[in-house]
């Protein structure tokens, strides 16, 4: 059962829309499980119906004919009850509603299973027998599973319009698509779908205006691959005997004009794809053939098949043109967006980002607010393969997005943009004024950041410093560590920007979401594994270089803060902070007459929360990394969209966190500064300030918005309702109570446009 359920879903996946997903399915599952009918039904929630839609064994006249009253019959008590039904005899059933244009009278063991996304119930999957008889609770598992598969398939169709478009209601836009915001703002543009290289699942569809020119790269790319595959046959002839050196020959032949190619070749000239979206359908057709195969070793040369797809792709992304033209207003669309493909993209196009992974707290996500694009994370069942060129609406804060939208939705989005604008206009007024409360606390408010090509002037002016510069980004553009002298000219750059204000440069902070290409990691959980400060203590060359780098930087300037990641325990602070004295003592052998820098560390890990004491006895400051530290906390992977709901860094466990940090600082008065999406949120900044927190970090679009709360509210007022916060027990509690006090300070505009 469990290969024929791969079988079946990999078809599913491969099909290119929903109607094709509907027939083979209900095709495939009547032969696995040997059932004389199996049909899907689709809820037509616009006129409270559920509509026939494929069917095997059924009349074929009847589809798109056919329908039942919603929660009448069978279907309708499956759809109502949203659990599977399963019923010996069918006519005996009080619930049991005929239809005699299908021909279903002749059968009697019934079988409905509700296809089921986010608790919705978008249709019926439905198995007939004629014979009457309960259905065994092995296959009805399977049914279930497969129509948890097919919700994905209607979800994508849902999304992009098909749906109405097959109910004949309404029309594309009326629905949308449900993410994680990560980062504020409305965003109208048109979709560009970006993937990953040789990533054949993840190529879209595109059209192309020059045929010709798309034949001649398939068939260059096509050549270069059969011309490795002699390569490799003629390199291995020595140690291979004579019929295995014989697979070479048969992935070449696969590769025929005759075979593979025929097909792209076909679908290029009469459809006018792009090479490779032809390439991708050509490949899964006839993977798809092997995969349907009971031999399980035929079975298994569906993934030559795929491999050699996968080869031919790389060496057509080598004939692609190295400027990619993006449109004016560009939302950036894939299955995971990575920074490079962000950074590609010139800022002046970039609109909005849209990934089916990651989720607020994701790089990604943190880039997308520093740049000030909205964003939407942890999209499921993201239809990317038939976003390219669709004009959408992006809702970065309500976490929506909406395809191909109808002119009342563009109309009311666009209102809420112009309201946002005027809200930007508005915070405009305090640039420059200084940041305190209304009885006189002074608040630094320093920037994130990580990239020289991101720091706006608006960021340089307007902030007290840097409290976090990642240091890693430069790390991660190349392929291979970058030497001192390098990094020497990068770190100068920031702190002659900002000088004589401070920069925090965080020393190197791989592993976990953020590996090396050319320094692999791979565990099986990486969060909890080998990153931060720990590759740092393994790897003191790699250490000690970035460190003399930072101080050589800032011969001069005296404005470098050194920050270590990832701290966990007091010994590692002692072994870093020797490190670091180690190097300072070397260049003043060398001659560099160069001021020890202050250093300080991130909390990012609950042990060194309760550690926090002894840590700030030997540093100069403590900066709470709250993106981390959350994570840790609540045991909450914040990139995994099926748990973004879980992931708050409002919660008490957090705050409490805070509390402890702060009592333990103060003994011996190190200041404390918080960094990260907390430091940004407007609803945390009275709680902050209310804590006696030193600074604010946060990336370049919060600046304005959290200096109005502090403007706006006394330290005082500030403790009231740190007091009241810290008797809740919820995340959901503090973010309401904080959301009625920002409306009572008349800062609601601060949340969302449109509201208040």
């Known amino acids: 059962m469990l290969e024929t359920l791969h079988r079946i879903i990999q078809k599913v996946n491969a099909c290119r829309d929903l109607g094709e997903a509907l027939d083979t399915i209900v095709y495939m599952l009547r032969q696995s499980i040997q059932a004389d009918v199996c049909s899907v039904y689709l809820t037509d929630f616009e006129n409270h119906r559920h509509v026939l839609r494929a069917t095997v064994g059924l009349n074929k006249e009847a589809i798109g004919k056919v329908w039942l009253p919603m929660h009448r019959g069978l279907v309708g008590l499956v759809c109502e009850r949203a659990e599977a039904i399963n019923v010996e005899d069918a006519h005996s059933h009080k619930k049991y509603l005929a239809t005699v244009e299908t021909g279903e009278t002749r059968y009697h063991g019934f079988l409905g299973a509700p296809i089921l996304q986010q608790s919705k119930v978008l249709g019926v999957l439905v198995v007939r027998n004629r014979k009457a008889g309960k259905i065994d609770d092995e296959v009805v598992t399977f049914v279930l599973t497969l129509a948890a598969q097919l919700a994905g398939a209607i979800a994508h169709a849902d999304a992009t319009g098909e749906v109405a478009k097959i109910q004949r209601t309404g029309g594309p836009g009326n629905q949308f698509l449900k993410g994680r915001a990560s980062s504020s703002g409305i965003a109208i543009g048109t979709a560009f779908v970006t993937y990953l290289p040789a990533d054949l699942e993840s190529v879209p569809d595109r059209m192309t205006h020059d045929r010709e020119l798309e034949q001649q790269q398939l ?12 390569r490799l046959k003629q390199k291995l002839s020595d140690d291979l005997p004579e019929e295995d050196q014989a697979l070479f020959d048969a992935w070449v032949m696969i590769l025929s004009e005759d075979a593979l190619t025929g097909r792209a070749m076909q679908l290029i000239a009469e459809e006018g794809m792009w090479a490779p979206a032809a390439l991708r359908i050509t490949v899964e057709e006839h993977a798809g053939v092997f995969d349907a195969m009971e031999d399980i070793y035929l079975r298994e040369r569906a993934s030559d098949i795929r491999d050699l797809g996968r080869r031919v792709l790389s060496y057509l992304q080598q004939e692609l043109p190295s400027s990619i033209e993006y449109p004016e207003c560009t939302i950036l669309v894939g299955e995971e967006v990575s920074a490079v493909q962000l950074a590609e993209v010139p800022r002046s196009r970039l609109a909005g980002v849209v990934s089916a992974t990651g989720s ?16 939407v994370m942890g999209v499921e069942s993201l239809p990317t393969t038939h976003l390219h060129g669709r004009e959408l609406i992006l809702d970065g804060y309500s976490g929506r997005l909406y395809v191909s939208p109808q002119p009342m939705v563009r109309a009311e989005y666009q209102r809420l943009a112009e309201e946002d604008r005027a809200l930007t206009a508005e915070l405009e007024n305090l640039r420059g004024l200084p940041v305190e409360t209304t009885d006189g606390v002074r608040i630094p408010l320093y920037l994130n950041t990580g990239l020289l090509s991101d720091m706006s002037t608006f960021g340089i002016e307007e902030s007290d410093g840097v409290g976090l510069y990642r240091t890693e980004f430069p790390f991660m553009v190349r392929d291979r560590f970058p030497g001192e002298e390098s990094q020497v000219k990068n770190y100068r ?13 965080r020393t190197l902070d791989i592993g976990g979401d953020k590996p090396l290409p050319y320094f692999p990691v791979k565990e099986s959980n990486p969060f909890l594994g080998w990153r931060g400060v720990r590759i740092s203590l393994d790897h003191p060359e790699i250490f000690l270089t970035q460190v003399r780098a930072m101080l050589r930087a800032s011969f001069g300037l005296d404005n470098l803060h050194i ?6 325990s007091v010994a590692e602070v002692d072994q870093l902070l020797a490190l670091i004295k180690r190097a300072h ?10 001021t020890k820098p202050k250093t300080g560390v991130m909390i990012e890990v609950p042990a060194a929360v309760y550690n926090s004491a002894a840590i700030a006895k030997r540093v100069d400051f403590i900066s709470v990394g709250t993106n981390d ?4 906390l609540l045991a909450v992977d914040r990139n995994n969209p099926r748990v973004a709901e879980l992931y708050s860094d409002l919660h008490p466990a957090v705050l409490f966190a805070l509390m402890q940090i702060i009592e333990g600082a103060r003994q011996y008065n190190c200041p404390v500064g918080i960094c990260g999406e907390l430091a940004g949120n407007p609803l945390a900044t009275p709680l902050l300030v209310g804590m006696g927190v030193g600074s604010l970090s ?27 916060v810290l008797q809740m027990n919820e995340a959901d509690e503090v973010t309401a109570f904080m959301s009625a006090a920002l409306e009572n300070l008349g800062l609601e505009k601060l949340l969302k446009p449109g509201q208040g």
């Open 219 to 230: 068939r260059q790319a096509v050549d270069a691959v059969q011309q490795e595959l002699r």
């Open 360 to 375: 607020s707290s994701s790089h990604v996500a943190i880039l997308s607010r520093a740049l000030g694009v909205p964003s």
């Open 493 to 505: 750059k920031v702190l002659q920007a900002f000088s004589p204000r401070p920069v925090a440069l």
């Open 563 to 568: 920050m270590l990641p990832m701290v966990t």
């Open 585 to 594: 003592r070397e260049l003043l052998e060398e001659g560099c007459a160069i």
């Open 629 to 632: 530290l959350t994570q840790y």
């Open 698 to 724: 946060m990336s370049a679009g919060s600046l304005l918005r959290v200096k109005r709360v502090v403007s706006t509210i006394s330290q005082a007022d500030s403790m009231r309702l740190l007091q009241s």
